[in-house]
C-alpha cells in the first residue's frame, strides 16, 4: 500500500468514527457541540501547528501545494452556525408550541360550551 492509499484509508476510518459518534448523540445538542468544538480545536491545531511548519520553502513545492489546493475543492474551512439561524429555529419551535397550546385552548373552551 502506498503512502496516499495508507493515508486516505486512514482518514476515511476517522471520518467514520466522527460520524459514528455524530449519530450516536444525535439528540443531544451538548455532545454535538462537544463533538464540534473538538474538531474545531483539531483543525486549529493541525493548521497553525504542523501544518505551517510543512509548507514547502522552494517555488515549485509552493506552486505544487497551490495546485493541490485548487483542484482538490480549495482551503479547509469549518463554518460556524450563524446565532440567528439557532435562534431561527428556537423561535419556529416557540410558534408551533404557541398555536398548538390555542388549539388545545380553543377546543377545550368549545367542548365546555357546547355541555
Known amino acids: 500500500m502506498n503512502k496516499s492509499t495508507d ?5 476515511a476510518a476517522i471520518g467514520t468514527e466522527v460520524q459514528t459518534l ?5 439528540n443531544d445538542s451538548l455532545a454535538l457541540l462537544a463533538l464540534l468544538r473538538c474538531l474545531e480545536a483539531l483543525h486549529r491545531d493541525i493548521r497553525e501547528g504542523f501544518f505551517q511548519e510543512s509548507l514547502p520553502d522552494s517555488r515549485h513545492g509552493f506552486h505544487t501545494l497551490l495546485k493541490d489546493i485548487e483542484s482538490q475543492g480549495g482551503w479547509p474551512y469549518i463554518e460556524r ?6 435562534l431561527n ?3 419556529v419551535e416557540d410558534e408551533q ?3 398548538s397550546t390555542s ?3 380553543q ?3 368549545t367542548s365546555s ?3
Not at 493515508?7 to 482518514?11: D, G, H, I, Y
Not at 455524530?22 to 444525535?26: D, E, F, G, P
Not at 452556525?81 to 439557532?86: E, F
Open 107 to 109: 377546543n377545550a373552551d
Open 97 to 99: 408550541e404557541i398555536v
Open 7 to 11: 493515508t486516505e484509508a486512514k482518514l
Open 113 to 115: 360550551i357546547s355541555e
Open 22 to 26: 455524530a449519530q450516536r448523540y444525535q
Open 89 to 91: 429555529n428556537w423561535f
Open 81 to 86: 452556525m450563524k446565532l440567528q439561524s439557532l
Open 103 to 105: 388549539v388545545k385552548t
